[in-house]
């Protein structure tokens, strides 16, 4: 069984920065790509930023040169570091794996999310 699990969200005023944390766990032969997605009320599930197995990495236009996704693979985590947050960011956010169990093919697992609030 695969697991993902964020932390770290939490309130922060306008200018402030927050840095998220997905941890993967189970029985995990390997980690491809990560992805952070976000929602927020009333809007559908957007995607933030994707990392590759790599290293490489790709943002949205609304968070570039704010955001930064990193990983450390003896970890099995993926982050999320953001700064310079805006109340627009307000959402919670989801991290995406693209894992392969043990014994098993790559699909994607979700962690259950974590909330951010940004307050002005």
């Known amino acids: 069984q695969v697991q993902l699990v964020e932390s770290g969200g939490g309130l922060v005023q306008a200018g402030g920065s927050l840095r998220l944390s997905c941890a993967a766990s189970?029985?995990?032969?390997?980690?491809?790509?990560m992805r952070w997605y976000r929602q927020a009320p009333g809007n559908q599930r957007e995607l933030v930023a994707i990392?590759?197995?790599?290293?490489?990495?790709n943002y949205a236009d609304s968070v570039t040169g704010r955001f930064t996704i990193s990983r450390d693979n003896a970890k099995n985590t993926v982050y999320l570091q953001m700064n310079s947050l805006k109340p627009e960011d307000t959402a919670v956010y989801y991290c995406?794996?693209?894992?392969?169990?043990?014994?098993?093919?790559?699909?994607?697992?979700w962690g259950q999310g974590t909330q951010v609030t940004v307050s002005s």
């Open positions: 995406k794996g693209f894992i392969e169990p043990m014994g098993g093919s790559v699909r994607s697992y």
């Open positions: 189970g029985s995990i032969f390997s980690i491809n790509a």
């Open positions: 990392i590759s197995n790599s290293g490489s990495t």
